[in-house]
């Protein structure tokens, strides 16, 4: 199995950087491959929407070529606002276009997942209790990254970790029974059940996409 881990956090050596870190080295004998979104050299901003063709970087090529060869997807980042920090949002944005990750349909309003066939965990730290998040705000950062965002390309199952509070040494105390949530879900990702992954997926370039989303 190749596991493609996503460190979403902008800053090194953070709380997301040690658990992505355990979740890596408790996978056991999967090929991993670890890629930090503040390393890479891309502008986040999608210029002109869907409007005009803007060319992947280099740097997105790479995540692009990973996200396919990847069987099980791992993405960690701390919870700003209610949402990923603005990077990541850029990378999801630059990335997960129609053409490559999804493709509408002609006829209806449905589409084809074109990512489907791998599993994700996304780890998320938040100040928030967990509880709270769920009750009070609804969990609108898991729906969301597990139907709007990555169920909506394909991936399933999609698992969500909601780990906090991190604040006034929260982090500290609770972060051996963190690493041991990580291990757990690290260990059982292999037995995930996936859809069979599709060797050749129909994918279309950007212009005849743009065309599709507009039929």
């Known amino acids: 199995m190749n596991i493609l881990i996503l460190d979403g956090h902008p800053v090194p050596q953070r709380l997301t950087s040690t658990l992505l870190a355990h979740y890596a080295a408790s996978v056991g004998a999967a090929s991993v491959q670890m890629m930090s979104v503040r390393d890479l050299a891309f502008d986040p901003n999608l ?3 869907y409007g005009a063709e803007q060319g992947w970087e280099p740097d997105l090529e790479r995540v692009a070529a990973a996200i396919d060869a990847c069987d099980h997807l791992v993405v960690g980042f701390p919870l700003w606002w209610g ?3 603005a990077m ?5 944005d630059r990335i997960l276009l129609p053409g490559y990750a999804f493709r ?3 006829d ?3 589409w084809q997942r074109l990512l489907c066939g791998r599993s994700a965990d996304v780890i998320v730290t938040m100040d928030t209790p967990p509880w709270y998040l769920r009750l009070i705000y609804g969990d609108p950062i898991g729906r969301r990254w597990r139907h709007q965002v990555l ?13 906090g509070p ?15 949530q990580v291990e757990k879900m690290a260990a059982t990702a292999g037995g995930l ?5 599709q060797i050749n997926p129909p994918r279309t370039t950007f212009a005849e996409a743009v065309n599709e989303r507009k039929s």
């Open 193 to 197: 059940k996936r859809a069979p992954k």
């Open 166 to 180: 991190t604040r006034r040494g929260a982090a500290a105390r609770n972060l051996p029974r963190w690493l041991g």
């Open 88 to 92: 990541l949002k850029g990378l999801l």
């Open 83 to 85: 949402g990923e920090p």
């Open 47 to 49: 210029q002109n929407g």
């Open 108 to 110: 209806n309003v449905f």
């Open 151 to 163: 169920g909506f390309c394909g991936f399933k199952p999609v698992r969500i970790l909601r780990l």
């Open 104 to 106: 509408y349909h002609r």
